[in-house]
């Protein structure tokens, strides 16, 4: 492999590397946007969903039995 594929291959690396990065979730307010929603709160169980809202029922898939 010369040094151009050996390049190539180590940005790749760092670029994928780099992209899983981060909080998973939604996208975080900016502090005037969280200051209005404060002044307007909601019983949120803080997934998106009404506090006392029931779980969906699970849906089975044909690979579950590896991952449980």
Do not use: W, Y
Not at 42 to 65: E, I, M, N, V
Request: hydrophobic share 40%; proline share 9%.
């Amino acid at each position: 492999m010369n040094n151009a594929g050996k390049l190539v291959l180590c940005l790749s690396l760092a670029a994928l590397t780099l992209a899983g990065c981060g909080v998973r979730g939604a996208l975080q307010l900016p502090p005037e946007a969280k200051a209005k929603q404060a002044q307007t709160a909601r019983a949120d169980s803080g997934q998106g969903k009404p506090a006392g809202a029931t779980a969906k029922p699970h849906k089975p898939f044909p690979l579950d039995g590896f991952i449980r």
